[in-house]
């Protein structure tokens, strides 16, 4: 069974720090794209950031040039370093990660979500 647990969030004030991390686990995995999501109260699922196996990222959305995407292939784990934050970037944040297993091909798995909030 595979699984994502996430971790790092919390409160923070405006222009603060946090580091989110996203561990699958399960058995011969072969973990693809990962990526982190965010949902924020009354809006839509947004993605903003990715990275390969290779670790090759692409970013969209407002978190450019302040949040970085990062993995860990050695311990099936996805980053978030989050500098600068605003109010606005407070959210549910979600990893999402392709993942294919012996007896599966590649599926898409998220996590349970960590919620994030800048405030003072």
């Known amino acids: 069974q595979v699984q994502l647990v996430e971790s790092g969030g919390g409160l923070v004030q405006p222009g603060g720090s946090l580091r989110l991390s996203c561990a699958a686990s399960?058995?011969?995995?072969?973990?693809?794209?990962m990526g982190w999501y965010r949902q924020a109260p009354g809006k839509q699922l947004e993605l903003f950031a990715l990275?390969?196996?290779?670790?090759?990222?692409t970013y969209a959305g407002s978190g450019k040039g302040r949040f970085t995407i990062s993995r860990d292939n050695a311990k099936n784990t996805v980053y978030l370093q989050m500098n600068s934050l605003k109010p606005d970037d407070t959210a549910v944040y979600y990893c999402?990660?392709?993942?294919?297993?012996?007896?599966?091909?590649?599926?898409?798995?998220w996590g349970q979500g960590t919620q994030v909030t800048v405030s003072s």
């Open positions: 990275v390969t196996w290779s670790g090759r990222t």
């Open positions: 399960g058995t011969s995995l072969s973990i693809y794209i």
């Open positions: 999402q990660a392709n993942i294919a297993t012996q007896s599966s091909g590649p599926n898409a798995y």
